[in-house]
Each structure stands twice: as structure tokens, then as C-alpha cells.
């Protein structure tokens, strides 16, 4: 008779994992209306709770350069410039890093603490954080401003979509897309977009002070 | 001891019941695998399409709004506006329910939905929303065709339907053609949201000089379309590439999709 308890137990245990499973976890993702309430208790000394049209309602698992899991929450509270690249990129990709370091020469007067730049890869298959972190050295990239994210493609696609990134696969290993620089304020809205490679970055450098004159 | 294990054998069978109606689902239509040529792609080939599981139907403001009632954060008045904008559920009177509307369109698709909330509700159901190729794919299909590219009846159709306003109620999603596959209202209903809608690169993408400076023109547009010819695909690619994440459109639904090999392995 016990045994047949303990037996019971377990199947129970059993089809109760079962049925989580085929739950799905049901509406966990997307959003994170959720976790901004969650996050806004837990943080609330520093920030408080997350503005509507904040990107950092995003509540998906991101990896940086480091192999350090982190929220993009964790990229709040400076102003960041925001794109999205690959690393096996030939064209484009060391273009817009290019127009990065533009803009971070022009706005060196920010320390890291106030200016943040996120390099965010389409390409999570071959760029590993460790790929990303040498693709930083290659490129001098200062860590202490630079951060470089990888995640599930769904992530990334959701994060994509909220920066207008276009981007699509070619079978051969390239991934077209549109280029884009966010400017994201201390909350995670989005402020100003530069499109395009090569652009003058006088709008883009404007749009950033007048952020952090405002704070 | 034969109660507990009757007690036992009902636990189990709840649960594998909740399995199997997730997992082989009457409302989806099996899309044989095969290949074919998008209107944008890379390049002018064709590209294989994995078959794939898709619902037979739109879903409806009713199946919306018992996942709206389970997921609160979908409320109209919870959602954050990041993932669905002001015009989110507009044609429901409150976020709990359809409203005075309701006996006209609960069986009607949903509309004024967002791509996160869309994407949202197929999660839920253990499913996602099918791809820009996968949604096309299926939508070549006539009554007897899987692929009515060809068929001047079929594209004269679709044409119609396209350049036809908006009815003030939408009828029930079971009243458009049922295609080759066993699939309703691809074309004829509303407009479908797809996972990778911002796929298509109809902004000037500036990857090579050349193409940024043809896309700088009118047209540039349908100058990289394989089949000048389809205007109908034409016009849902331009209209996939104006869409934003949080956008809702009044003749915007969805319907969810799932693999095959999610499908088996949740067996």
C-alpha cells in the first residue's frame, strides 16, 4: 500500500510535469508587462517602474560579451546607442561600427557611466559571446562602454522589430539589413533613429546632448 | 486500492486528453512541404518551405477574448503601448469583452491586434505565428491548386477582394473559399500578420551602393520583385514592410502556424 502511495506520488509528479510542459509556459513571453511590475519593486531605489514605450519591456534573456546572462533592463539609466550587426558582416557591419566610433568621438566629453553604445548581433548562431568579445578587441572597443549582446533568435527578432531593423537570411550566410543607430534615453525610449551608412552624425550627436542636458 | 488507481488513471488522462488536443489539432490544415519562388527573396530562386502545421482558420474575436480574459497584461487597459499602440481592440467596447458588436463578430477574425499581442496568443497555444515564405506558400493555393500562381480566374479573384473596402462587420471566418489544403480565408478575410514581417528589405538598405541608390526612386520598390506580374503579393509585401511591432489595423488579423517537429516531439 505504500508503495502503491509512493507510486501514485510520483505518477502524479509525472503527469503534473507533463502538463507544464504542454502548458508552454503560457505568456511568459513576449512581454513583460509583468516583469516591468516585478522589476519596478525590486529596483525602484535606483529607477522606478519601466515608462510604456520603454524597449527595456523586453524581459528576454540576453548574454553580453563576457558571457554574463543579463536583462536589457541592465542598460538603463544612460543614454545608449543602440545597432544591430554581425560580425562575419564584410560590407556593412564595419561600416556602421566606423560611424559608432564617430559618434563616440564626437560625444567622448560623456563618460561610459552617462553614454552607453550596445552592439546587439543578428546572427546568434556563429556570433558567441566569445566570437563578440573578440570581435571587440579587434576593433578597440572600449568595454567600459561597449556591450555586446547575443540571445534566442526569437529575442533578437523581437528587439529588432521594435528598432524598424529589417533583416532577413540568404541561405548563404549573409544577412541583409537595414542600418540603423538608435538613440535610446536613461528609460529605454527610443529618441532618435540614424539611418543609413556614412551619415552625417550631427543629428544623432544633438539628439544625445540635449539628453543628457536634460538630466 | 482500485479507487486510487481509478483516482490515478482519471489524473492521467486529464492530462494526456489537454495533450493531445494541443498537440494534434483538428483545427489545423497539414501544408506539404515544397519550394517556391517570393516575390522578394534572395535572389529570382525558389526557396524551400518545411512542411508545416497552419490553422485552418483566422482566429476569431471570441478566441481572442478568452485569451485576453486568462492573460490580463493583453487587456486593452493593462497592455503596455510599446507592444500594442492606442488603437489596440478598438472595435470591442472594453477590454473584458466584445460588446454591443459581439453576436455579429465573435466568429469574425480579430483585428486591431498587434504583432507582440498575435504573437502572444499563438505562444500560448503552444504554437507561432508562421513565416513571410510559409503564409505566401499557402496562399498560393486555389480550391484545387496547391499552387494557382498561373490561374487568371484565381488572380482576377484575389485582385477583386483587394480593391474591395472593408464591410463594417467582417464576416464569420468560416465564410471565405476553403483553399487546396483544407485552409480558409487566406485570401478574402483580412490582412495576416507574420512572424518575420520586417523581413523585406523595401527601405533602402544600404548594403551595396548601387541598391540604395535605386531604392532612393519610386518604384525601386517592385524593380527587385520577381513577378511584376502579382500585384496582389505586391501589395501585402508593401504593406508588411509599414508595419511596426505595436501597430494595430483595423483589417489586421492572424492566424498560428507550428512545426512539424515541435508538433512530434510534444507527442
Redesign the interface.
Known amino acids: 500500500?505504500k508503495r502503491?502511495?509512493y507510486f501514485?506520488f510520483l505518477?502524479?509528479t509525472l503527469?503534473?510535469t507533463?502538463?507544464e510542459?504542454?502548458g508552454?509556459s503560457?505568456?511568459v513571453?513576449?512581454?513583460a508587462?509583468?516583469a516591468?511590475k516585478t522589476t519596478a519593486t525590486t529596483v525602484a531605489n535606483t529607477t522606478g517602474a519601466l515608462t510604456?514605450?520603454?524597449?527595456y519591456?523586453l524581459a528576454s534573456d540576453w548574454t553580453n560579451q563576457d558571457k554574463q546572462p543579463i536583462k536589457l533592463e541592465k542598460l538603463r539609466g544612460k543614454v545608449q546607442l543602440v545597432a544591430m550587426i554581425y560580425t562575419s558582416c564584410g560590407?556593412?557591419c564595419p561600416r556602421t561600427i566606423a560611424d559608432l566610433q564617430v559618434l563616440e568621438h564626437a560625444l567622448r566629453k560623456y563618460k561610459p557611466e552617462e553614454l552607453g553604445i550596445t552592439l546587439v548581433t543578428l546572427d546568434p548562431t556563429r556570433d558567441t559571446p566569445a566570437r563578440l568579445k573578440a570581435f571587440a578587441a579587434a576593433h578597440h572597443l572600449d568595454a567600459r562602454r561597449w556591450t555586446l549582446l547575443t540571445s534566442q533568435p526569437d529575442n533578437i527578432?523581437?528587439l529588432?522589430?521594435?528598432l524598424?531593423?529589417?533583416?532577413?537570411n540568404?541561405?548563404?550566410g549573409n544577412i541583409?539589413?537595414?542600418?540603423v543607430i538608435t538613440v535610446l534615453n536613461t528609460a529605454g525610449e527610443i529618441i532618435y533613429q540614424q539611418?543609413?551608412?556614412g551619415t552625417n552624425p550631427a543629428e544623432t550627436v544633438k539628439a544625445v546632448e540635449q539628453l543628457q542636458q536634460a538630466m | 486500492m482500485a479507487r486510487q488507481l481509478f483516482i490515478l488513471m482519471l489524473v492521467l488522462s486529464t492530462c494526456h486528453l489537454a495533450l493531445a488536443q494541443k498537440s494534434a489539432p483538428a483545427t489545423m490544415a497539414r501544408i506539404k512541404g515544397g519550394t517556391f519562388v517570393p516575390l522578394y527573396g534572395a535572389g529570382k530562386t525558389a526557396v524551400p518551405v518545411k512542411g508545416f502545421q497552419l490553422d485552418k482558420f483566422p482566429v476569431t474575436n471570441a478566441e481572442f477574448l478568452a485569451f485576453v480574459q486568462q492573460n490580463p497584461k493583453w487587456r486593452k487597459s493593462e497592455v503596455k503601448r510599446i507592444f500594442a499602440d492606442a488603437q489596440y481592440l478598438r472595435h470591442w467596447t472594453t477590454g473584458q469583452s466584445i460588446g454591443t458588436d459581439a453576436a455579429k463578430i465573435n466568429n469574425s477574425p480579430v483585428i486591431n491586434v498587434s504583432w507582440f499581442a498575435a504573437k502572444a496568443y499563438c505562444e500560448c497555444q503552444g504554437k507561432r505565428l508562421p513565416t513571410v515564405n510559409e503564409w505566401e506558400y499557402a496562399a498560393l493555393a486555389s480550391e484545387t491548386k496547391a499552387d494557382a500562381t498561373n490561374d487568371e480566374k484565381f488572380y482576377q479573384r484575389s485582385l477583386e477582394w483587394y480593391s474591395q473596402p472593408n464591410p463594417e462587420y467582417l464576416p464569420s471566418v468560416q465564410s471565405s473559399f476553403r483553399n487546396y489544403y483544407g485552409v480558409y480565408g487566406m485570401i478574402g478575410l483580412v490582412w495576416e500578420w507574420t512572424a518575420d514581417y520586417n523581413s523585406t528589405m523595401l527601405v533602402s538598405d544600404a548594403r551595396t551602393t548601387e541598391s540604395n541608390n535605386q531604392q532612393q526612386f519610386c518604384g525601386a520598390g517592385a524593380s527587385s520583385a520577381t513577378n511584376v506580374k502579382n500585384y496582389v503579393a505586391f501589395m501585402r509585401y508593401a504593406f508588411r514592410s509599414s508595419l511596426k511591432p505595436n501597430y494595430t489595423v483595423g483589417n489586421l488579423g492572424f492566424r498560428c502556424a507550428q512545426s512539424i517537429n515541435t508538433q512530434l516531439a510534444k507527442r
Open positions: 500500500m502503491f502511495t501514485l505518477a502524479l503527469s503534473f507533463a502538463c510542459q504542454a508552454h503560457c505568456c513571453k513576449p512581454t508587462a509583468a516591468g510604456d514605450l520603454s524597449l519591456n560590407y556593412a527578432q523581437e529588432a522589430a521594435l524598424n531593423v529589417k533583416y532577413t540568404d541561405f548563404e541583409s539589413h537595414s542600418n539611418e543609413g551608412l
